[in-house]
């Protein structure tokens, strides 16, 4: 955050103006207001905004350090999010006059939302001493330091004879001198817009809530791509203030902009949100912030500028304090989850096609087809490899393109217990045919066949389910590396058992043919194929 325009003596500064005819008196204060502190490499930390106004001030000569020696702070009233103000104190030596021609031992230094300033008796010094402050004017050059996306805060002062024994706000913010105004570009990260469009295009509806003026919000809000130019979905702190709760619930899912909002008000919008069967996702950094994230279904607090409260009260803490590490979150959340569905398809379907293999085969008039030590092999190696591969299985390509899903949706949904159900016949299918075929023909080996197909016919499944909507060659077959290498060892192995003299005895197999290989790879592939043209269907109705 930079400070890019002062309005002072009734001029606006900007760009390589500023600090070239505004008083003194601004600066001076700027520096000494501030809870801007430098760390152990010279750098100034502490909020943005008052770091904006401690780098602007010493850039001009006005030194923070120095000056505190001078005009040493002696008591403050901190800024609170509801008067949206601060005030310090300092001590005024008699050899240093902190306003020309004004008496007085201390001084108040206010700085604060400008129309909450305005709202109190006030006067604005100018180059001719103190002038009635022209209200007019100064909510003009608000409005227009707004309406070009600048945070703006107004400095003002008040002199003292005595230090004030009642130290309340009521007492202390009145009877103020406007020094000036101040502007301050809160930039828009590089990532944050292209964080907000992912956002929308996965039906996530991200809504701004802000203690700036309206006008600013509403520009960064466009800036971002939250609103469109003209929008009308934007609501003020004191409009929400008015409204009962089943009036705002009637327009809340149609805001997006919410301005000058106390942090209480947050659990308000929450509230109406979820009344209306959102799911709510919430960040903050404040004390005042913790009910809402406490109340939110996911409340996420600032890890670099969040207060303990807000940290304890919420339900993640964002490290890094970047509104798009949470859409990148979302994203890995997606593909983590789509591979749990991955790996429970793959395995139930497994599963299911042995039991169908094994519990249909009596009722066909066939012996059985598997011994122990093929189901455990099957167990084992052709579901576990592959399996585990699938965890690494990267997001697909338009991860981000689907509506979220409901919290309470079944893991099963989407046609994921169909699936099962029916690729699992077709694999039982598949080796009972292939049984049947072998006996019809005299083959000896046809338990050999019916294990090899029974293996292969998962590898094919696995291979087609790395993606639940596109085509495992649009995905590219080597987009992930270690499924791959599962899959090569796995059909090694089983190859092993075939064909490796001393484990056939352990396994109970003998060498197939040429002729009985090929065809025991083919009717393998029939599961792929079948994965894909479902895929195909779906790709087609889409």
Not at 75 to 93: G, L, N, Q, V, Y
Not at 134 to 152: I, P, W
Not at 253 to 282: C, H, N, S, T, W
């Amino acid at each position: 955050m930079t400070v890019e325009e002062i309005y002072a003596d009734g001029t606006l500064h900007t760009g390589d103006e500023l600090g070239t005819g505004e008083r003194i008196e601004l600066f001076t204060a700027l520096a000494l207001s501030n809870d801007a502190a430098l760390d152990a490499l010279g750098r100034p930390i502490g909020d943005p905004t008052e770091v904006a106004l401690y780098d602007i001030a010493k850039l001009k000569g006005f030194d923070k350090k120095d000056l505190e020696k001078v005009f040493p702070r002696v008591a403050e009233i901190p800024f609170d999010s509801e008067r949206k103000c601060m005030t310090t104190f300092h001590d005024i030596p008699s050899d240093a006059p902190f306003l020309t021609g004004g008496k007085g031992r201390f001084v108040s230094l206010t700085k604060g939302a400008i129309d909450v300033l305005l709202d109190k008796p006030i006067q604005v010094l100018t180059s001719n001493g103190l002038q009635p402050a022209d209200r007019d004017e100064l909510e003009k050059v608000n409005e227009r330091m707004s309406a070009d996306g600048l945070r703006v805060l107004g400095m003002a002062m008040r002199i003292w004879e005595d230090l004030p024994t009642d130290l309340s706000p009521e007492q202390v913010e009145k009877e103020l001198i406007i020094l000036g105004l101040v502007g301050m570009m809160d930039p828009v990260r590089d990532e944050a817009k292209e964080a907000v469009r992912l956002c929308r295009s996965a039906g996530i509806k991200p809504v701004m809530i802000t203690g700036d003026h309206p006008l600013t919000a509403t520009t960064i809000a466009v800036r971002l791509g939250i609103i469109q130019e003209g929008s009308h979905a934007v609501l003020t702190g004191r409009e929400l203030e008015e409204l009962s709760l089943e009036e705002f619930e009637e327009r809340v899912e149609a805001i997006r902009v919410y301005a000058r909002v106390a942090p209480e008000q947050k659990l308000k919008i929450i509230k109406a949100l979820q009344d209306k069967g959102q799911f709510v996702a919430m960040t903050g950094d404040g004390v005042n912030d913790a009910p809402a994230l406490k109340r939110a279904d996911i409340g996420i607090a600032m890890g670099i500028t969040g207060t303990d409260v807000s940290k304890e009260a919420a339900h993640m803490i964002l490290l890094d304090d970047n509104f798009a590490t949470i859409v990148k979150a979302v994203k890995e959340g997606r593909r983590i989850f789509d591979n749990i569905r991955k790996f429970i398809k793959y395995t139930m379907t497994s599963n299911s096609g042995e039991i169908w293999t094994i519990f249909l085969a009596p009722f066909l008039g066939l012996p059985i087809p598997l011994l122990p030590i093929h189901i455990l092999w099957i167990n084992l190696v052709t579901d576990g490899l592959p399996g585990l591969a699938l965890a690494v299985e990267p997001a697909e390509k338009r991860i981000m393109e689907r509506p979220p899903r409901h919290p309470q949706e079944s893991i099963f949904a989407g046609g994921l217990g169909v699936h099962i159900i029916w690729v699992g016949l077709l694999m039982g299918g598949v080796a009972l045919a292939t049984q049947a075929w072998s006996l019809h023909t005299g083959s000896a080996h046809w338990q050999t066949m019916v294990f090899t197909v029974l293996c292969l016919s998962q590898m094919g499944h696995v291979l087609a389910i790395r993606s639940e909507r596109e085509s495992l060659f649009s995905q590219g077959i080597f987009s992930n590396k270690p499924l791959v290498g599962a899959f090569l060892l796995t059909f090694g192995l089983q190859m092993a058992t075939i064909y490796v003299p001393f484990l056939q005895p352990i396994f109970k197999t003998e060498a197939l043919t040429l002729g009985e290989l090929t065809l025991t790879l083919a009717l393998s592939s029939l599961v792929f194929v079948a994965v894909e043209i479902e895929k195909w269907l779906k790709r087609r109705r889409g």
